[in-house]
Structures are given as C-alpha cells and as structure tokens.
C-alpha cells in the first residue's frame, strides 16, 4: 500500500504516544491548515508562470484543503469541550456534521475539476514554463505525502471520522498532482491530456466524497458500532464473574466517542450492592478496553 503507516509507527508513537485523541486529532488539523496555506502561495506562482488550467483547479482545491482543516481543527475544539446544560451528551457529533459539510466542499471541488475539463475540450490552451512546474508539483506532492502518513496514523489511532474526512482532501490533491505533472511533461505532444487526468480525478474525489457522506450520515442516525467491536463488548461482559446474561446491548457512535449501554441478569438473591459492584466491574472493564467511551451498565435480579 502507497501509504501504509507501518514502517515509521514506532518513531511517531515515541513522539505522539502519550496524546490524548482529541489533541492529537487537533494536531493532524493544524498540519493540514499549514501545509495547505504552503501549496497555495507555491502553486499560485506556478499559475503565473505556467497558465495551466489544471495547476488553477489545484490551487483551488488546496484552498479548500486549507478552508476545511481550518474548520476541521476548531471542530475539534468544540468536540472535546464538557458537557453542559443544553448539551448533556457532550458536542462529539460536531465531527460528524463537519465532516459532511467537507465531504460537500470536496464534490464541489470534484465539480470544477469536470469543469474546466469540459472548457479544456473546446479551448485547449498552450501551457508555458513546464520544467517550473514540475518542479513545484513535485515539492507538492513530497509535502501532501508526508501529511497524509501523518493523517493516516490518526485516524488509526483515535478512529475520528472529522480527520477522515479531511485526509479525503489531501487524497485528491495528491493524485491532481500527479496527473498535472503527466498534463505538463505530455501536453507538448497532446494538449488534450489535462482534460483526460480532470476526468480521472473528478471521479475518484465524487466516488469518496460520497463514502464520507455516507459514513457520516450513518454516525448522526446512531448507527450501532461495528459488529466485531460488538462480539468484544459482549466477550468482556459474559466473562465478567457473576453475570449470567445479557438482557440488551446497545451501542452507538459520536465523532470518536463510542456509547454503550447495556443490561445484564445476575442471580435473583444476589445483593443489590453486589449487583451494582458487577456492573461497575464491567464499565471499568469496557473503559480499559475502548478509549473515549462512556459505558452505562445495569444489573436486573433474575
């Protein structure tokens, strides 16, 4: 895999291990904000020096990448934030309803590219200075590569649909750059080639905006968690001393906080106090397990 986090976990577990989800989430935001403001101002002298549409729709994309990692970064500042009097869930969906609103920024951004390639088609356009910029999408594409790997440990360690969302950009960035790197070298020979890599990018950047959307849609309608995460939550409750079943099971997602809630049966002369040190047992059994999870355990007498 092109961006497999595997090679240099242990170098960033020894920087970032110790981060708590939200900031380290906040950090991958903040990454992203500053590397999209330096593919901007690099890109934007590329376009005056070459006048290639596609190098403008890249510039425009990166604009969106850093307009998205902005809000991105403050969602998650409200994420993370305690509950209050009119929220006494806490603001975790804040994620989820961000990363829609990215995944939207991302189909207009898919909408453009087809676009300008449909102005390519019927006014093709000289593109001047292409060694230039090569160059610059090279550097470009060394900067996106390196966010992403940062990007894609994140999400593997903190499971946040909002940098998900938001790795989704530096995706289609890093594929226009290269498709703008094969328009700049061919377009000498075929100056039809920026409308066949517009094409190709536009649809890759719908097919997985339309992935977020979905996921994020399944995150605000209390999807229960995946069914493996399930078969752990009720490996550790049936192993639990004293429970001798499970009554209900119910589970559920907000941004990076899972919820669950469950009822268990203990023996009908059991002590209440007892009962009640079973379900404590296994809340805290379910917190060492699962990070930012709340945990709401019932015993019923049976």
Do not use: W
């Amino acid at each position: 895999m092109f961006f497999d986090i595997r090679k240099f976990n242990s170098i960033l577990d020894s920087r970032f291990g110790e981060h708590q989800h939200t900031e380290l989430a906040k950090k991958s935001a903040a990454l992203g904000v500053a590397a999209s403001i330096f593919l901007v101002i690099i890109k934007l002298l590329a376009l005056m020096v070459t006048n290639s549409l596609t190098m403008r729709a890249s510039m425009m994309d990166s604009l969106l990448d850093a307009l998205a990692s902005f809000v991105a970064y403050h969602a998650l500042t409200i994420s993370g934030s305690d509950i209050d009097q009119n929220h006494n869930f806490g603001h975790d969906k804040v994620e989820s309803i961000v990363a829609l609103l990215q995944s939207m920024m991302v189909v207009y951004s898919g909408v453009v590219i087809y676009r300008d390639a449909y102005e390519m088609f019927f006014e093709p356009r000289a593109i001047n200075n292409t060694g230039v910029g090569v160059l610059v999408m090279v550097l470009s594409c060394v900067t996106v590569y390196i966010l992403l790997y940062f990007q894609r440990y994140v999400v593997q360690k903190t499971g946040s649909l909002l940098i998900k969302g938001d790795s989704l950009h530096y995706v289609s960035d890093f594929l226009m750059n290269i498709s703008i790197i094969a328009s700049l070298i061919l377009s000498r020979i075929c100056v039809y080639v920026d409308l066949v890599c517009g094409v190709v990018v536009g649809s890759y950047v719908l097919y997985n905006a339309f992935l977020i959307i979905n996921h994020a849609l399944r995150d605000l309608m209390d999807e229960a968690l995946p069914a493996e995460i399930q078969t752990q939550i009720s490996e550790i409750i049936a192993s639990t001393g004293g429970v001798n079943g499970i009554k209900s099971l119910r589970t559920r997602t907000a941004g990076m906080r899972k919820h669950v809630e469950t009822r268990i049966i203990v023996d009908g002369e059991m002590p209440l106090a007892e009962a009640d040190k079973i379900a404590e047992s296994i809340e805290s059994k379910i917190k060492d397990t699962f990070e930012k999870v709340d945990v709401i355990a019932k015993a019923e007498a049976k």
